[in-house]
Structures are given as C-alpha cells and as structure tokens.
C-alpha cells in the first residue's frame, strides 16, 4: 500500500520546530530539504520498556547484530595504531557494540563520556545539551555493562598517558594539575608523542585551549563553526 506524501521540510524548518514546539512552523521553508520524503524509523532499544522497537512497533525476537569496537582518543587512528596500543597497553579499550540498525552503527558505538568514564554530558547540569540533540535516544545514556569484574571497575581514563586510572585523593587536593586530563583534542595528524593538544581539560573540569579567540567570528571569515553568543 502507497501513502500520498508530499515534499520534504527543510533543515531549517525542521530545527524551528524541534527547538519550539509550540510555536509552529516558521514562515517559508530554507534550508536543505532531505533526499527522501519519508523514511522508516530506526530499530533502536527502549532501556524503560525493554524490547528493541521500530517508532511504535515492538520488534519480537529482534536479533541486533555486535561489532568489535575500539574507540579512539585522537592519537594512534586507523587499524595499526590500534594494534600498536594493543602492544603498548595504551589508548580506549576493546568494546563490544550492540546495533539494530546499520544507519545508527556510529551512534550506537561507545561514546566518549562511556568509554573515558568521566561521565555523561546529559546531566543535571547540561539538560540543555540533550534538549538540544535531535538524535539523543534514551539508550545514549546506558551505561556501559562490564561482563568481567576486572580492574577497569570504577577507573577513569586519562588522556594525556592514554591510560585507565583508579581516582586517587590528591587528584581532588590538586584538580588543576597537569598530570591528569580527562579530556584532550589533538589537532588533525598529531602524532603520538605531541604533548600539545588543541585544547585539554584538567580533572576539576577547567579546560585551555590554543585555538585563536576570533575563531568562529563569523562563517565566511574566520571558517568553522560559528561561534553562538
């Protein structure tokens, strides 16, 4: 059966109405439309109700498919410097990826909050942040499930030795030294003894960056992501 449908929204108008529901569509349509004018929903896992749905339909005996995933800080990409991390007991570790759809594989691999265990951006203090994603979903914020009781339990990862650490007290005397980042952005190429990342975060969450201040000014000039006031 064929479902009359017409033209896709824009981008633009999409955004107007996620980010103001109640207001309405705006004025005009601009922006890029979608390429389709529909497309199925994705086959996603429900952590409340527990089953693996399609939009509204519950998917019975739903098998997902599992995917090896190592994640990366930055440092040592593609798959030899994966395994030279594997020799040298350093980087993210091995995770093993549950997926239901193969256009949400990216997003269901663990995230950067997951696998460094510095805890999720949608907390209390940054609901803006989920209310503002268009693709949150409530499986983003499950935990990461540890089948074998070693010793990563309850250890963080540090990005500047690119190691997993179990917490100790004078991290919480001196949050602001330099020996523990827990997060770190390492400019396009950067090589694995570059000490000297684009910007870094210190445990008490400070964070420094050597990114330009006018970067950002504007999105002809400076390029980039504009920066919003």
Same mark, same amino acid.
């Given at each position: 059966?064929?479902?009359?449908?017409?033209?896709?929204?824009?981008e633009q108008t999409q955004d107007a109405v996620y980010d103001w529901p109640y207001v309405g569509f705006p004025l005009g349509d601009y922006g890029n439309r979608r390429g389709a004018p529909a497309e199925l929903p994705y086959r996603e896992y429900d952590p409340v109700l527990r089953g693996w749905y399609q939009g509204e339909r519950k998917l019975h005996n739903f098998r997902p498919k599992l995917y090896y995933t190592?994640?990366?800080?930055?440092?040592r990409k593609g798959a030899a410097g994966r395994l030279k991390d594997a020799f040298t007991g350093e980087g993210p570790d091995v995770f093993v990826t549950m997926s239901g759809d193969r256009l949400t594989l990216m997003r269901d691999r663990p995230q950067r909050w997951q696998w460094s265990g510095?805890?999720? &951006?949608?907390d209390a203090k940054n609901r803006e942040?989920?209310?503002?994603?268009?693709?949150? %979903?409530?499986?983003?914020?499950?935990?990461?499930?540890?089948?074998?009781?070693?010793?990563r339990d309850g250890q963080i990862y540090n990005f500047k030795c690119r190691k997993y650490h179990t917490p100790r007290p004078w991290w919480y005397n001196y949050p602001d030294n330099?020996?523990?980042w827990r997060d770190a952005r390492w400019q396009e190429g950067a090589r694995h003894a570059d000490m000297n990342p684009l910007?870094?975060?210190?445990?008490s969450g400070r964070r420094t960056?050597?990114? &330009?201040?006018?970067s950002g000014d504007g999105p002809f000039r400076a390029g980039?992501?504009?920066? %919003?006031w």
């Open positions: 059966m064929y479902y009359g449908v017409g033209d896709p929204y824009a190592r994640p990366s800080d930055g440092k510095w805890g999720s &951006p949608y942040a989920r209310w503002h994603d268009k693709d949150w %979903r409530a499986q983003d914020d499950m935990p990461l499930l540890n089948h074998n009781n070693s010793s330099d020996n523990i910007s870094k975060q210190y445990f960056t050597r990114v &330009p201040p006018w980039g992501r504009p920066r %919003r």
